[in-house]
């Protein structure tokens, strides 16, 4: 089985990205990044990848004419690097139907809520002014819709009294980042099949999304 070739997409930080260098490096994920990619030039993701050697390329969306014509640069890049999933860490653009469709099957997302609670931005403030008792990220299948693909898998977290947007962030980032490695991992096993409207594992349909627990283990399959 021939090793799972990774492009990420992001527009931060790139924690997410260091988190699967960190897994494959530590040889908990079987995968290679084959580029990073990003639309902010000085994004912490750029910088990181040209820190590991890996291949970077970023395209300001003020150098292409519309959304459409920054979608077409930059996945003709992802598309020359010919990546098995692309991976959408923290990217912060809207991806057009086009690109989607070029690399159907092939896209995720990790999303800082428990979707299908809270698409889109503000997650932490939102989830707190709303009371909840538990938060959470989810990875999913990327579709047209804003976080609105087929749900791969969750990791949860208690809201704690005094919580507030950044502490609760704080808190769920390293499960956010376990959440992403163990999702990934299914890929490299080829275990994962993604449709527009489900994904299998293991070729069944998965009704659920999995559940990350404390040792870091997807259940529910």
Known sequence: MSTLAIAVLASGRGSNLQALLDAIAAGALQARIAGVFSDKPASGAIAIARAHGLHAVAISPRDCADRAAHDEALFSE????????????????IIG??????????????????????????????????????????????????????????????????????????????????????????????????????????????LAPLQLDAANHLTGA
Do not use: K, W
């Open 78 to 93: 992802i598309a020359a690097v010919q990546p098995d999933l692309i991976v959408c860490a923290g990217y912060m653009r």
């Open 97 to 206: 139907a086009a690109a989607l469709r070029r690399f159907e099957g092939r896209m995720i997302n990790i999303h800082p809520s428990l979707l299908p609670r809270y698409p889109g931005l503000d997650t932490h403030a939102r989830a707190l002014a709303a009371g909840d008792d538990e938060h959470g990220a989810s990875v999913h299948a990327v579709i047209p819709e804003l976080d609105a693909g087929p749900l791969l898998a969750q990791v949860r977290v208690p809201v704690l009294a005094g919580d507030d947007a950044a502490s609760l962030a704080r808190r769920l980032l390293p499960r956010e980042h376990a959440l992403l490695v163990a999702t990934a991992r299914l890929f490299a096993q080829r275990r994962v099949q993604l449709h527009a409207d489900h994904a299998l594992l293991d070729g069944r349909r998965l």
